[in-house]
């Protein structure tokens, strides 16, 4: 059909965005190579309908508090740089994914609900399971009147028009890629990395003493309701203070730090991911 005319005026058809992105996902999902099965499929996560201003940063953030990823892939359009709207992360752990793709599956983020699901593949070919795009087939002729459709390719063709004349006068200028500044939003519950090497340690109940030093420290900026290190981890220790300003004081304090010849950073996490996490 395209390049064909309808009622005098050519037809331009191009895949729709969800085909651009199932195709997108396909060629990122033969990238990665490899087939999960089994327990395994856990590991690689499909994450949608994300905000168009979040980053690969923003998204780590969110999701890093499962367990280590390997990696975060978020799709952008090369000519302008922006989001595309959703991405592709990948745990070092099944179990870490299985709980995220329980726990964030349908979470309210920026406003809009996730949609995260399994990243599978069979025959050659890679299926995005239980996600529901919400893809329209498009609207039958029968449905709009022929002075309605008339009206609208009319204004397409007119816009089309205008947008050429616009190129043909106006200075080409290059796009520069669009990456907004997301405030991160404080919180009372926080997230310290790079607080130890579990290949460093030997004593038996390090990480208990871990916890204790760490709480004993963290007292100064406010209660600490509850702790816990991940000895999976390379050094995440997370933290639930009783009050946001005390969240706000432990990050600006320990941001940057060193702590056993180690340089921390301290973010600030969702505390609704923070729930559904150690609930």
């Not at 490899?34 to 499929?41: F, K, M, N, R």
């Amino acid at each position: 059909m395209s390049g064909k005319k309808l009622l005098g005026i050519p037809v331009l058809v191009q895949p729709s965005e969800a085909e651009k992105n199932r195709y997108a996902m396909q060629q990122a999902a033969n990238a990665m190579g490899g087939t999960l099965t089994g327990q395994d499929v856990y590991q690689r996560l499909y994450v949608g309908s994300i905000h168009f201003s979040l980053t690969e940063d923003d998204i780590r953030q969110i999701f890093e508090p499962f367990g280590p990823l390997d990696f975060v892939n978020l799709h952008k359009d090369p000519e302008t740089g922006r989001s595309k709207g959703y991405a592709f992360i990948q745990y070092k752990n099944a179990a870490d994914g299985k709980q995220a793709l329980e726990k964030m599956n349908g979470f309210d983020l920026a406003g809009r609900n996730l949609k995260v699901g399994l990243v599978t593949e069979k025959s050659s070919s890679m299926n995005i399971v239980n996600l529901d795009d919400d893809d329209s087939s498009g609207v039958g002729l029968t449905s709009l009147s022929r002075t309605e459709l008339m009206q609208k390719l009319a204004a397409r063709r007119t816009d089309m028009l205008e947008e050429e004349h616009e190129k043909d006068t106006q200075p080409q200028l290059p796009l520069a890629p669009a990456r907004p500044a997301i405030p991160t939003k404080a919180s009372r519950t926080v997230m310290l990395n790079n607080m130890f090497n579990p290949a460093e340690e030997t004593e038996p109940d390090w990480i208990q003493d871990l916890e204790a030093d760490v709480k004993q420290e963290c007292e100064q900026y406010g209660r600490v309701e509850h702790i816990h290190a991940n000895e999976d981890s390379l050094g995440e220790v997370f933290l639930k203070f009783d009050s946001v300003a005390a969240g706000e004081q432990a990050v600006n304090a320990l941001n940057g730090r060193w702590f056993g010849g180690k340089q921390i950073s301290a973010v600030f996490v969702p505390e609704a991911i923070y729930d559904a996490k150690f609930k």
